[in-house]
């Protein structure tokens, strides 16, 4: 990429095995390094498929977008901090092969970069084809016009689960990653490198523009039948270091009762873990809850606090009530996006 005196930008891919995506994903590349002062690095994360190969055939001759093959797997954590350490733009942007993302995302998140050190825009996920088969899941709802907020208040937003840790709804300025941002986790990475982001920042912007789609893929990193509790708990930590120390009691308690507690044990209900597991799991959320003030839980969300107050007095029911809700919240998402595919077909008959 030709050095610039302006804004520029390197989109960061790490990518293992994309199969059927990597056509999809060299045209996206196309796409948004075709915008003025944007490159692309490209990790091949050990793919023992033809993803490699692929990939060298389709954008290898791109002078904007740099490929590096790697024979060994050494996780997306390790990869990202690697192409970070060859980027050359002034900001970066973390994209997924299988999701949905392009030019117009960037230029979005670009338009407003000035003056701020992480851009936070929204992101929603997308599990079907159908309209009704997508919702939000990044991005401060409030927010209807580009705000400027201090580092401390966007902690504050972490913490508090209004802002999630998820990487390609942000644009970062390189230099508030560091050079390894990212702990080599099995999971959940990606939070303790946005908190990491937040931590060194100065100025975040938040916009109400939605850049990002994440669709639901079998080999999502997040998608693993046993779920790494260790990883989890230290992305919990990570965190609360980096970002939680001018919050108080009650949020850095509702915090670790969301983000540990009741996430771990969703996971594992999720994903189907068998009952040993299931106990592991159990244990580990119930250490965490017992040193929580629920009282203050409690202010910031009365269900959150009885979820806690349920797991210390009867843990295996947890599990059983998290079972029961994700059935009717799965049933009820399937019959409104039937509904709605009835809908268009009686429109358009």
Known sequence: MTPSSTRTATVIVAVRNAGEHVTALAERLRDVTGLADVGAVVIDDGSDDATGSAL???IGGSPRIRLVRHSESAGVAARRNEAISLADGEFVWFVDHDDEWSSAGLSALLAHADGADVVCARADFRWGPGAADRRRIDGVAAVTSARSIEA????????????HGFLWSKLFRRTVLGDTPFPRYVSQSDVVGVARAFSNAR?????????YVYRREPGSITRVRTPDIGALES????????VGGRVSRAARDTFTARFFCLAAVKTAVRW????RQMRVTTAAAVRRARGL???GVARN?????AAMLLLRIAPPLLPAAIRSALFCLDTLRSLRSRSIRTEQGAVGA
Do not use: M, N, Q, Y
């Open 56 to 58: 060298e055939e389709l």
């Open 152 to 163: 401390d208040a966007a902690g504050a937003l972490l913490i508090g689960g209004e802002l």
């Open 203 to 211: 100025v975040v912007r938040l916009i109400p523009e939605t850049v």
């Open 235 to 242: 992305a919990h930590d990570d965190v609360l270091r980096l």
């Open 272 to 275: 189907g873990v068998d009952g």
């Open 293 to 295: 003030a629920l009282v």
């Open 301 to 305: 969300s009365v269900p959150l606090a």
